[in-house]
Structures are given as C-alpha cells and as structure tokens.
C-alpha cells in the first residue's frame, strides 16, 4: 500500500537545482577568468619595470 502511493509519484522535479548548479559553475569559471586577466596585467606591469630597470643598467 505505501509502496504503490510513491511509485504513482513522476520523477522529482530538479530544474532549479540544474539552473542552480550551472549558475554556480559559470559564476566560478568567470571569477577564474577575471583573476588570470588580473593576473596577467600585472605580469605585464612587472615586466614593464624589469625592462626599464635594465635599461637603466645598460
């Protein structure tokens, strides 16, 4: 009796734990992004100072 009330029950219903986790992975790949962008610039900054500092050596 009990067996039959779950088994005329449809499949649960998942799509805002779906939306959910998909908002999580892409809000997660584009705080990644961001931080290799900032990254970079500074990198970049750095080695603007090591040229300019050898230049000055030279």
Known sequence: MLF???LQ???ANT???MIAGYA???GVMLIYLI???VRQRNL???LE???EIQGEEQ
């Open 4 to 6: 039959s009330f779950f």
């Open 9 to 11: 029950e449809g499949p």
């Open 15 to 17: 799509t805002n734990y």
């Open 24 to 26: 999580v992975i892409f």
């Open 35 to 37: 931080s290799l962008l």
């Open 44 to 46: 970049q900054k750095d």
């Open 49 to 51: 100072v090591l040229e």
